[in-house]
């Protein structure tokens, strides 16, 4: 029972770190409608710039504060200085650069770090674990799992209680009409890229002292992204959220029942959704 | 206040407004009449900036218009109710207002409440939820909040009630009064003869016709020529 409970508290973690990551991918997808290539290259640079904050300093909670942001900002420039060039071309343009920025990050990550991973470890203040009764589990992780809550509960805010969320999701149905009250879309492109970055490279941080950092992560969180933003439907909050989840906790249980069905399970219930709700669980036609 | 002169429209290749000219002068209210596919639309579209004329001048209030953005040409006050409506499906109506709102609108969200109780009873619909004539009043209400100078409607009666036409039609009055300019695209020669001072045709992209509502209530042969005659 326990070693369930374990598997559970552990996919929930990881759940919420895909979420993370997805959410962003998804509502950037919604707004700007294409697929941004570079969000694994987003997480990647997260773990990275923790890892350099925390050589440099020590302090994991200045990089947890600083790393998305520097990852936010740098995905700013990007967008407000290569994509939004190619707004007027077709969607493939979109696609082709942000597949792009997402090598030369790699690339660049690995000038700089590599090839071989870095380790981060769990900071003072987290390590250790909590004791209940027979069943022990570790600080971090129920940090990461409460902190992302915290984070994924303001996102909502943000994007159902506020005046720019409310442009988000108007501009996801009609950019046209949006601009039409004056609004300038191509400023809220900018600043929605930013967000799904920084949100992205919170991801990375957070996950940082558990799997570590190394130049091929973003390419196999993307994966996963994808698969998250499929189930749950592209455009959703809800969904990248349930998707997460599902993901997160498919994963951690069958590593433990059955490893080599992960990905099968993961893939599966992907195939599953894709045929009973063609645009995901809670995604619209 | 807005001067369109000679202006020339394209979708891709296809040469749609031919030099169309026309004014909608201080406190006026005008209408763009025409069959379909005359070029209406794509003239209001035009103005917009949504598709932006490939030449030709466009002014406003004495500032040229003609190269800016949609979103700048929304900020100089001019606001459309665009033929589709296009309400936010997913947003509230007070979302759908809240979105629109603009400080320096002599009409704050609880004016447009007034003028459409309807709303105010469906604030917390989603917009998807709306009757035809709700999404109509929601388009006026969005436009309203926006602070237009210049307010512009594309066939803002088409498909609804007699009834709920009575009810815009006695709105567009209001507007009108306070002094407000407006360009109005209508179908219905009844609503426009009703508003309007002035009125212009269009047919194939070009203006075939302007005069006043004097001129043109007396002139039976413009309307059998250009208009498909609709006097319900
Ligand atoms: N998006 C478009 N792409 C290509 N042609 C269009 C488009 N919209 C309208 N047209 C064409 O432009 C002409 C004028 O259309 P429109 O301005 O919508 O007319 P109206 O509003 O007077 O009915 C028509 O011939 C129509 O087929
Ligand atoms: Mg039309």
Redesign the pocket.
Known sequence: MTLYLFQVLNGLGLGMIYFLIAVGLSIIFGLLNFVNFAHGAFFLLGSYFCYQVVALTGNFWLSLLIAPVIVGAIAWFAESNLLNRVYNLPHAFQILITLGMALVIQESAIMVWGTVGKNIAVPDLLQGIVQMGDFAYPIYRLFVISFSAVIALLLWLLLERTRFGALVRAGSENTEMVSLLGVNIFKLFSITFGLGATLAGLAGVLAAPLRGADPFMGAEILGIAFVVVVIGGMGSFTGALVGGLLVGLVQSIMSSLWPPGVHLMIYGSMALVILIRPYGLFGRA | MLEVSDIHSF??K?H??MGVSLEVRDGELVTLL????????????SIMGV?PPRSGRISFAGTEMTKMKSFQIARRGLCLVP?QRDIFSILTVEENLQIAKNKNSPWGIPDVYKLFPKLNERRQNPGNNLSGGEQQMLAIARALVNGPKLLIL??PTEGLAPVIVQEIVAILKDIKNTGIPVLL?EQNINVCEKLADRHYV?EQ?RVVYSGTQEEFAANKAVKDRYLALQTN
Request: aromatic fraction near 4%; hydrophobic fraction near 30%.
């Open positions: 979708y891709d296809s749609v407004l025409g069959r379909n596919g005359a070029g209406k639309t794509t003239t209001l579209k598709v033929e594309d066939e695209v269009l992209g």
